[in-house]
């Protein structure tokens, strides 16, 4: 079976980080599902020496054609 990835990021905000827009996100999540991307993985990524989250990163797939 092939495979088709995606992957979408999301800023997080605030001095110190961690902060984000919860609604955006489960919308987009639910966006995606409904066109049948399955997530497959989640992580945060972090500002340098500083340690607070800069980035959510979403990884999805879905059968590829």
């Known amino acids: 079976m092939k495979w088709e990835y995606r992957t979408v990021k999301f800023e ?3 001095m110190l980080g961690g902060h984000v827009n919860e609604a955006k996100i489960d ?3 639910n966006d995606l599902g409904g066109q049948g991307w399955e997530l497959v993985s989640a ?3 972090n500002s340098f020496a500083q340690g607070a989250t800069r980035w959510l990163v979403f990884l999805f797939k879905r059968p590829g054609a």
Do not use: I, Q, V
Request: no cysteine; proline share 0%; aromatic share 12%.
């Open 43 to 45: 992580f945060d990524t």
């Open 27 to 29: 919308a987009s999540l």
């Open 12 to 14: 997080s905000k605030g």
